[in-house]
């Protein structure tokens, strides 16, 4: 194995370790998540994960067969994200303060 491939192949080890690391470190931050949008950009940053993982694959392998999946992935991923935030801008959207006089309001009406 020539030099250029040794230090190819360290390279790679060292992204894998990290996106181990990085991955259990998610994980917990999807169990510990206090909200419900930790846990949904905690998914997010898992798919991107699952991505640049399938990527050192690719490269130790030398070989583009994963790129269609990883890309399929990608917009799987990106849509995920635009739904679920869609979901919570609902959700949380701030509801108008209720007006003296019409019914349900905070404050007494005319008598």
């Keep these: ?10 390279l ?3 992204a894998v370790v990290l996106l181990l690391l990085a ?8 169990w510990r998540g206090p909200s419900m ?3 949904a950009i905690s998914l997010d940053v898992l798919a991107a994960l699952i991505i640049a993982g399938l990527a050192a694959k690719s490269a130790f392998a030398r070989d583009a067969f994963y790129f269609p ?4 992935l990608a917009f799987l991923g990106f849509t ?3 739904g679920i935030a869609r979901f919570i801008a609902v ?7 209720p007006r003296p006089g019409h019914p349900g309001g905070g404050a ?3 008598r």
């Excluded at 991955?23 to 999807?30: E, Q």
């Excluded at 999946?69 to 399929?72: A, H, R």
């Design 1 to 10: 194995m020539s030099a250029p491939q040794q230090v190819d192949r360290i």
């Design 12 to 14: 790679l080890t060292t």
């Design 23 to 30: 991955g259990t470190l998610l994980l917990a931050r999807i």
């Design 37 to 39: 949008l930790d846990r």
């Design 69 to 72: 999946i990883m890309l399929v």
């Design 80 to 82: 995920g994200s635009v």
């Design 91 to 97: 959700r949380d959207r701030p509801r108008p303060a």
């Design 108 to 110: 007494e009406g005319p």
